[in-house]
Every structure is written in structure tokens, then in C-alpha cells.
């Protein structure tokens, strides 16, 4: 079993649908959890981050985080067809630096 | 905003050769990572430095080295070089530990 959890996809939504990703992670020694967006070949871009229980929204972007449950999810309002690409989940744990991350889940926007 | 650069952006070696990867980090960021993505796959976390120093390390190979250095750009050096080593090789950097990581565009290196 993986550390990180993502279903791979891929994620079909129409254009102006709201799409809805979700993450588990295994170690509850995590503290920090991350959304990276990654077009074929590209590098990933950080889209939202989130240390504490609750929500956050940043523009059309909300992630979720719930410990006790050991998951984490982004939601993508208003998608659009830009918003097609690899998103992976990421997530940092109390001590040392690297991120472990999931195996991405790919997201098809379609006009 | 200034971002994160590598260089070269693409690389092609041969088997046994030594390639370096370089990594400049966005200004005023003190730690920097390493990461290995092989084709289909995630990020694989290699190593770590904060203010010159390795502050963690994960899967990489004997082969392969890193450091800091005191303008806080970092060198990742690889030897040996296997066809296996052939992926993209990305740089991230933070300010401080455990913070928000923000990737380079990335080094891809192809052995042949």
C-alpha cells in the first residue's frame, strides 16, 4: 500500500462542473498537505497548501483537510478545459523535508 | 516573481558518463530538494539541504551527490550514469523547512 492514495482517473467534468479530487494518506505523523498541478512534461505547480483541519479556498480552489480521517481533498470550481492535467497530492510529515506524493489523479475538463 | 532555474534543461549522456545537475533557488529560500520523476511515475523525493547543510535524505543512489553551496545554489552529481537514471530531475525550493516546496521547470537527462 502507498503512502499516498490517489485515484488515477481519469477524472471527466464538463466545463463550468465542479470537480472534486480526493487523497488518503497512511501515516498520521503528517503535517503538511499539498495540491500540485502537472501538465504533460512540465514541472509541478503549487495550487493550494493546507497544515490545519477545516477548509481553505484560494480563488476557484478549496482544499480540504481532515486528520482524524487521514484524508484530503481539492475542489476545482468553474472548471475549465486549462484546468486538464495531473494533480497530485502531497504530503510532508512532522519531521524531515521530503514529500511523498500520490500517484496523481488526471483531470479531463471538456467543453 | 522570480522561480526557481535549472540548468542544463535537457541532458544526454552515455552509460558510465558523470552528468551535473545545477539548481538555483528563488531568492531569499535557504532550503532546497531534489526529485527524481521517471516516466508514468510520481516525484520521488531524493535529497534535502537547509542553509548549506543536508537536512534529509531519501532514495538516492550511492552514485549520486549534492550540495549547497553558500550563494545557496545546489549541485546534484551524478555518476555511473544507467540507462535507468534516464528522467526528469526536478529542483524545489522553500523558505524554511517544511514549508511550501515551489518546483523548477526541471533537467530532463536521457542515457543512452
Known amino acids: 500500500q502507498k503512502e499516498v492514495e490517489q485515484n488515477s482517473g481519469p477524472l471527466s467534468v464538463p466545463e463550468g462542473a465542479i470537480a472534486s479530487l480526493n487523497c488518503t494518506y497512511s501515516d498520521r505523523g503528517s503535517q503538511s498537505f499539498f495540491w500540485y498541478r502537472q501538465y504533460s512534461g512540465k514541472s509541478p505547480e503549487l495550487i493550494m497548501f493546507i497544515y490545519s483541519n477545516g477548509d481553505k479556498e484560494d480563488g476557484r480552489f478549496t482544499a480540504q483537510l481532515n486528520k482524524a480521517s487521514q484524508y484530503v481533498s481539492l475542489l476545482i470550481r468553474d472548471s475549465q478545459p486549462s484546468d486538464s492535467a495531473t494533480y497530485l497530492c502531497a504530503v510532508g510529515k512532522a519531521a524531515g523535508n521530503k514529500l511523498t506524493f500520490g500517484g496523481g489523479t488526471r483531470v479531463l475538463v471538456k467543453p | ?112
Open chain 2, 1 to 112: 516573481a522570480a522561480g526557481v532555474i535549472q540548468s542544463p534543461r535537457h541532458l544526454i549522456k552515455e552509460k558510465r558518463e558523470t552528468a551535473t545537475l545545477k539548481c538555483y533557488p528563488i531568492p531569499r529560500h535557504d532550503t532546497v530538494y531534489w526529485y527524481q520523476q521517471g516516466p508514468g511515475q510520481d516525484p520521488q523525493f531524493l535529497i534535502s539541504f537547509y542553509e548549506k547543510m543536508q537536512s534529509d535524505k531519501g532514495s538516492i543512489p550511492d552514485r549520486f551527490s549534492a550540495q549547497q553551496f553558500s550563494d545557496y545554489h545546489s549541485e546534484l552529481n551524478m555518476s555511473s550514469l544507467e540507462l535507468g537514471d534516464s528522467a526528469l530531475y526536478f529542483c524545489a525550493s522553500s523558505l524554511g523547512m517544511r514549508k511550501e516546496q515551489y518546483f523548477g521547470p526541471g533537467t530532463r537527462l536521457t542515457v543512452t
